[in-house]
């Protein structure tokens, strides 16, 4: 039976408010001014062993302060938090030796130096007696593709590089738990794509925890076995991407060019049982209620009444549909 | 965490930081310069003073050349790690302070081990002045000189922790523009004797640069002044500044923590 790594009950933080008003420059931030604004609300969840999970919601939501919370950077107002059985904010040292974290505007690197050189601080911070840390420094160079530019001195490497040796140094004492906070923000598609399969592997050859935060919705899509949704410092999902789609998603897009109408009547009524979003010449894009009519359905009514050239019936994406969300709530 | 880890990783940083230097040699060759003209300059100072009166509170050239090999050493020990302690107020600032409390570590040495800044300058000018006063024939007790150097590390010691401390003020003050101004107004009080100051300005020195501890006694010392046993009591002084300033840092630093906000995300 899968056992939790990460338990969070009913999770609360705030921060004082900033202080307004004309007056506000001349008053002094110390003592702290008593008007909190609440970041995290009442959050309760839980990660299994081995899990990815995506943590994601709007600007301000509070996925940082929550990831924040959990590796000891930061200490809750209340609520109950167990990563790896350690109590982050009171068991701090004990459970870094547990969990790697990889923020993605925050680099583990010294500018002037290369990663290789640094390893050397980083085994002892980890305490990796010597020939293990060789056997496992070489073993995630050799993983991660990162042999050409491992000896590199930082300010000169790619920032797709920079986050491959970033991911190196935090799982460098194999970690049972690894925290990537937004680690493909800036990386083109080629440096996400094998962003996403170095975590992908981790996660399937050591068994290792991934808590995700992102804005990218195909980092969600291409990791997470469970994604939370998280606006103003609430839950507001929690459960499989599928359940999310299905629950979220109302419309799909069949887009077609027509070569000849065959049953006028029969093309009339598709049209008004759906929502036409374009039409130049014989060229249509209409959105349908999924929950009115399935795409195996949609597709038989349009093949009844007309011949096409082409033919495409398109799902909302991930990211469609959490645009969509974050705009609703 | 043991005190034989953190002497490791400090170890380590500075290993590291001395590769650094070694690529950016013109920054050395630039620091002794530097060195140079700060050492012409205090020894002319101090030649004029010293030409216009009977001496100053009763030193003289020979004192002062002890003095500034004193000094050397203190300062150079000061630029390299204590420095690195009072910007640590910066990686607070900036949240830079995150990734090293995810380490298993002690947060604010990783924060002096990634600032160190190694200034070896002080060190070629300070063994050149001792090496000076010895071919000049001045006579030093060994065992004074030996405990005056102990005596400025524990100088160090007191002068970071007072650096660190002032950091830990932002956890709770937004602006600390000019916290290094503070921090180094504490030099003027320096390369000389300790009693031409009113008791209390000597009181504050020997909690923040402690110069009493690091020129005034061990100079008096090593210049036979006052007997090598009278220093002992000076260093146990020294080992309650330092104490005491060890329990505020971790007060004001286990406060701060609780009150840390992070920042970005």
């Known amino acids: 039976m899968a056992i939790d790594s990460i338990i969070v009950q009913n999770l609360e933080k705030s921060f004082p408010k900033k202080q307004q008003g004309k ?19 009442d959050i309760s969840f839980s990660v299994r062993q081995g899990e990815i999970l995506g943590y994601i919601g709007p600007n301000g939501a ?20 167990s990563v790896e059985g350690f109590v982050p904010w009171k068991q701090r040292m004990e459970l870094a030796k547990k969990i790697g974290v ?29 020939k293990a840390f060789s056997k496992r420094f070489e073993e995630l160079v050799e993983r991660f593709g990162a042999k050409e530019f491992i000896s ?6 790619s920032l797709g590089e920079r986050m491959r040796c970033d991911l190196i140094v935090a799982l460098l004492h194999k970690p049972k738990v690894l925290f990537l906070d937004e680690p493909t923000i800036g990386l083109d598609a080629i440096a996400k794509e094998q962003m996403r399969s170095f975590v992908k592997k981790i996660n399937r050859e050591e068994k290792t925890t991934v808590f995700l935060t992102t804005h990218d919705m195909n980092d969600i899509e291409a990791l997470a076995d469970k994604i939370i949704v998280v606006d103003k410092g609430s839950k507001i999902f929690e459960g499989k991407i599928e359940e999310f789609k299905k629950k979220h998603v109302k419309e799909a897009v069949m887009s077609f060019e027509i070569l000849q109408v065959i049953d006028k009547s029969a093309f009339k009524s598709l049209l008004s049982k759906t929502r036409q979003l374009s ?14 009519m399935d795409a195996q359905e949609a597709a038989s009514r349009l093949f009844k009444c007309c011949k096409t050239s082409s033919f495409q019936i398109k ?15 | 965490m043991s005190f034989t880890k953190s002497a490791r990783i400090l170890a380590i940083g500075l290993m590291l930081h001395w590769k650094r230097l070694l690529e950016y040699r013109l920054n050395l060759a630039f620091d002794l310069l530097l060195r140079l003209v700060d050492s012409v300059t205090f020894f002319m100072f101090w030649a004029v003073i010293l030409a216009s009166s009977n001496g100053f509170a009763g030193w003289g050239l020979k004192e002062f050349l002890i003095v500034f090999a004193l000094e050397s050493y203190f300062t150079a020990l000061v630029i390299s790690f204590a420095y690195a302690g009072l910007y640590m107020y910066e990686r607070i600032h900036n949240a830079e302070l995150d990734s090293f409390l995810t380490k298993p570590a002690q947060p604010w040495l990783l924060a002096i081990v990634k600032g160190i800044e190694p200034s070896f300058a002080g060190f070629i000018s300070g063994t050149a002045a001792l090496a000076l006063a010895f071919t000049q024939g001045i006579s030093m007790q060994p065992l004074a000189l030996l405990l005056g150097l102990f005596m400025v590390l524990l100088g160090v010691a007191i002068t970071a922790l007072f650096g660190l401390s002032l950091a830990t003020l932002s956890f709770w003050l937004g602006r600390m523009d000019s916290l290094e101004s503070v921090f180094e107004s504490f030099w003027s009080f320096g390369g000389k004797p300790a009693s031409i100051f009113p008791i209390g300005l000597q009181v504050l020195t020997a909690f923040t640069f402690p110069f009493i501890f690091i020129q005034t006694i061990p100079t008096m010392a090593i210049l036979d002044k006052i007997p090598v046993q009278e220093m002992l009591l000076f260093i146990l002084a020294e080992f309650i500044v330092l104490i005491a300033w060890i329990f505020a840092f971790k007060f004001l630093w286990k406060k701060g923590l609780r009150n840390y906000e992070s920042g970005g995300g």
């Open chain 1, 23 to 41: 007056k506000a420059p001349f008053r002094l931030q110390f003592p702290q001014p008593k008007e909190r604004s609440r970041v995290l609300k």
């Open chain 1, 62 to 81: 509070g996925k940082s302060t929550t990831i924040k919370i959990l590796t000891g950077i930061l200490t809750p107002d209340s609520g109950s938090v």
């Open chain 1, 102 to 130: 990889v923020f993605g505007q925050k680099t583990l690197l010294w500018w002037d130096l290369s990663p290789k050189d640094i390893m050397p601080l980083y085994r002892e911070i980890y305490e990796i007696p010597e």
């Open chain 1, 152 to 157: 590199t001195p930082t300010r000169k490497l």
């Open chain 1, 279 to 292: 039409q130049e010449g014989n060229y249509y894009e209409l959105a349908f209620s999924i929950e009115r």
């Open chain 1, 315 to 329: 799902e909302q994406t991930l990211e469609e549909i959490i645009r969509e969300f974050y705009e609703l709530h």
